[in-house]
């Protein structure tokens, strides 16, 4: 079931318009793709909008704007103040639920790593995971079982248990999460080996992004 987000349409303002708006308690956004020859634009609750960041940013939802009925949205694109991190404005893409996406989602971390247990140190390198799927299709989070990973041991993306339809972007022998030794135990070239590891999936991670296929 997707998130509902609840929305309202605005004018389109001037700068000291939209400060006012945000003082209301109240996010300026635009809404645009499928079947819109020009974007719309709208006001959320920054309070609403404040709850489904911390939650799941990159779901696919229902905004229903008032007056105009549900769609269903992906959020693309959030502008901060450089600041206070508050958000200042955000884009949406309007999408088909049966057309191909790809976008994050959310890793779940699930059991206890018996390595961590005997004093390694869990090294989670992924928190998100790029997929491609179906939009109607896309998972709220995927599950990274680490109760069985001991030391010296690792997951990557080939083991997870990704739901029928969904794809991973990333390599499939990039690392997810990994236990190292004890800091005293650790040879140089395993400190070596997962920072490199680290570098590189941060790059993928980086890649990712709601993008339509084509």
Same mark, same amino acid.
């Given at each position: 079931?997707?998130?509902?987000?609840?929305? !309202? /349409?605005?004018?389109?303002?001037? @700068? =000291?318009?939209?400060?006012?708006?945000?003082?209301? =308690?109240?996010?300026? =956004?635009?809404?645009? &793709?499928?079947?819109?020859?020009?974007?719309? %634009?709208?006001?959320?609750?920054? @309070?609403?909008?404040?709850? +489904?960041?911390?939650?799941?940013?990159?779901?696919?939802?229902?905004?229903?704007?008032? &007056?105009?009925?549900?769609? /269903?949205?992906?959020?693309?694109?959030?502008?901060?103040?450089? +600041?206070? &991190?508050?958000?200042?404005?955000?884009? $949406?893409?309007?999408?088909?639920?049966?057309?191909?996406?790809?976008?994050?989602?959310?890793?779940? $971390?699930?059991?206890?790593?018996?390595?961590? @247990?005997?004093? &390694?140190?869990?090294? #989670?390198?992924?928190?998100?995971?790029? #997929?491609?799927?179906?939009?109607?299709? +896309?998972?709220?989070?995927?599950? %990274?079982?680490?109760?069985? *990973?001991? $030391?010296?041991?690792?997951?990557?993306?080939?083991? *997870?248990?990704?739901?029928? =339809?969904?794809?991973?972007?990333?390599?499939?022998?990039? #690392?997810? %999460?990994?236990?190292?030794?004890?800091?005293?135990?650790?040879?140089?070239?395993?400190?070596?080996?997962?920072?490199?590891?680290?570098?590189?999936?941060?790059?993928?991670?980086?890649?990712? !992004?709601?993008? !339509? @296929?084509?």
């Amino acid at each position: 079931m997707n998130s509902t987000l609840h929305a !309202e /349409s605005r004018q389109r303002s001037t @700068k =000291g318009a939209l400060r006012e708006l945000r003082s209301q =308690g109240k996010i300026p =956004g635009v809404v645009y &793709g499928q079947g819109l020859s020009t974007a719309s %634009v709208i006001a959320l609750d920054a @309070k609403e909008l404040s709850l +489904l960041l911390k939650c799941n940013p990159h779901a696919v939802l229902d905004l229903e704007v008032q &007056g105009s009925g549900s769609q /269903s949205v992906l959020l693309t694109d959030i502008q901060r103040d450089a +600041l206070n &991190g508050r958000v200042l404005h955000v884009d $949406f893409r309007k999408i088909d639920l049966n057309q191909t996406i790809k976008t994050p989602v959310r890793l779940e $971390f699930t059991g206890s790593s018996p390595g961590e @247990k005997e004093g &390694g140190m869990l090294q #989670v390198v992924l928190h998100e995971l790029e #997929v491609e799927c179906i939009a109607k299709n +896309l998972p709220e989070s995927i599950e %990274v079982d680490i109760s069985a *990973l001991g $030391f010296g041991e690792h997951v990557t993306v080939a083991d *997870l248990n990704l739901p029928e =339809g969904v794809t991973a972007v990333p390599e499939a022998d990039a #690392v997810v %999460v990994a236990v190292l030794a004890p800091q005293k135990e650790r040879s140089e070239d395993e400190v070596e080996a997962m920072d490199d590891a680290a570098e590189e999936n941060v790059n993928h991670s980086n890649a990712a !992004e709601a993008v !339509e @296929k084509d």
